[in-house]
């Protein structure tokens, strides 16, 4: 039995090491307040926007075929409102509220986010609209939209756009998000 445990746990942490070799890394570089890591499976390429303060990353699918889009925007706030979990998902699902009324779900409830640093909550919306239908390039079925409190003075608002939530363009897009590593310098 210990055996067996054991071969489980090297063969998990064998399978870890081969998916971050196979990910494509994208740093976000926060200068002195750290930098965080992402590894993305899938072919995407990342646009990188670092003006005055402004940090935004855009991830989108390099082949025209897939319809998903990731955003995410950096803040660094000079007082952190959000310094509880309860804070944090209460301002996450009032984020929700425009999406509400079009939304099959009709009311923004908050999920918590996996992370290893850190904690943020998103909310998932299907597009009423859209359903049973083939979504235009660039709209998008399904959104999920949240934040991340990496530090106090570090807070990312994350945006995923997809055509379903099982979809392998989401769930790389999330798995990205949530196995995204934060270091402080």
């Known amino acids: 039995m210990k055996l067996r445990v054991l071969l ?6 064998l399978g870890l090491l081969a998916t971050r070799a196979a990910a494509q890394e994208h740093v976000l570089d926060f200068g002195p307040r750290g930098k965080a890591t992402l590894y993305l499976l899938g072919d995407w390429k990342a ?14 699918p390099k082949k025209d075929s897939i319809n998903a889009q990731a955003t995410i ?12 979990k309860p804070r944090l998902k209460l301002r996450v699902e009032a984020d929700g509220v425009p999406y509400e009324e079009q939304s ?3 009311k923004a409830r908050a999920r918590e986010f996996t992370l290893g640093s850190g904690y943020g909550f998103y909310c998932n919306f299907t597009d009423a609209a859209l359903r049973g ?3 235009p390039p660039g709209e998008f079925k399904v959104i999920s939209s949240g ?7 570090v807070h990312l608002e994350v945006f995923i756009g997809a055509d379903s939530f099982s979809e392998e363009a989401y769930q790389q897009l ?9 270091r402080r310098r």
């Open 174 to 182: 999330l798995g990205a998000i949530e196995g995204m590593e934060y």
């Open 133 to 135: 239908k083939k979504a």
């Open 73 to 84: 925007k950096v803040t660094y706030p000079d007082v952190d409102r959000y310094d509880t």
């Open 104 to 106: 099959v779900e009709g």
């Open 147 to 153: 934040r991340i409190r990496l530090a106090a003075d």
């Open 47 to 60: 646009t990188v926007i670092n003006m005055a303060g402004q940090y935004d990353l855009m991830l989108a």
């Open 8 to 13: 489980f746990s090297l063969f998990t942490v």
